[in-house]
């Protein structure tokens, strides 16, 4: 039985196995964080509309290349992406094992502009040594396609 994440405007199906972490009282309601049973996590952020996708890109691939050598990126383009959405892969070795880190920068959609109007982007990242990457990437795909097809409520 899947469970259900409401939060920023999004009601999303997510695994029951995943478990949802608490924010910290400074990290505010406007994303959520899943950790993955095998390791790794997927995690949604809202980004103010004024936020470029290169900066914001730029950004992590530099945060990570602080912490990780030999840090790979690739563009890729995703099942049922929607114009103006990026995707970015990057790789990384952590200890003996390759880490993939799927960074997807989508539209926020109807629902989250409503209940954010200076909503203009969600992040999405999918986190995790590979072998948990791939078994984990269906799963993050079918969350993708919950946010882009997201509608307002229909007025009773």
């Given at each position: 039985?899947?469970?259900?994440?409401?939060?920023?405007?999004?009601?999303?199906?997510?695994?029951?196995?995943?478990?949802?972490?608490?924010?910290?009282?400074?990290?505010?309601?406007?994303?959520?964080?899943?950790?993955?049973?095998?390791?790794?996590?997927?995690?949604?952020?809202?980004?103010?509309?004024?936020?470029?996708?290169?900066?914001?890109?730029?950004?992590?691939?530099?945060?990570?290349?602080?912490?990780?050598?030999?840090?790979?990126?690739?563009?890729?383009?995703?099942?049922?992406?929607?114009?103006?959405?990026?995707?970015?892969?990057?790789?990384?070795?952590?200890?003996?094992?390759?880490?993939?880190?799927?960074?997807?920068?989508?539209?926020?959609?109807?629902?989250t502009?409503?209940?954010?109007?200076?909503?203009g982007?969600?992040?999405?990242?999918?986190?995790?040594?590979?072998?948990?990457?791939?078994?984990?990437?269906?799963?993050f795909?079918?969350?993708?396609?919950?946010?882009?097809?997201?509608?307002?409520?229909?007025?009773?």
């Amino acid at each position: 039985m899947p469970a259900t994440f409401e939060g920023f405007g999004l009601k999303l199906l997510y695994p029951d196995n995943w478990t949802l972490v608490e924010r910290a009282e400074d990290e505010g309601d406007q994303g959520a964080t899943f950790d993955l049973p095998g390791g790794g996590f997927v995690s949604l952020e809202t980004l103010p509309i004024t936020r470029e996708d290169e900066v914001v890109l730029g950004e992590i691939d530099q945060m990570l290349r602080g912490q990780y050598e030999d840090l790979e990126r690739d563009n890729v383009i995703l099942p049922g992406a929607a114009e103006g959405e990026r995707a970015v892969d990057l790789r990384f070795y952590y200890l003996d094992l390759v880490v993939m880190s799927r960074v997807v920068l989508l539209d926020a959609p109807a629902p989250t502009r409503e209940q954010m109007p200076i909503a203009g982007r969600i992040l999405a990242q999918l986190q995790a040594e590979m072998s948990d990457f791939e078994a984990a990437e269906q799963v993050f795909n079918a969350i993708l396609q919950q946010i882009r097809m997201a509608e307002l409520p229909e007025e009773a």
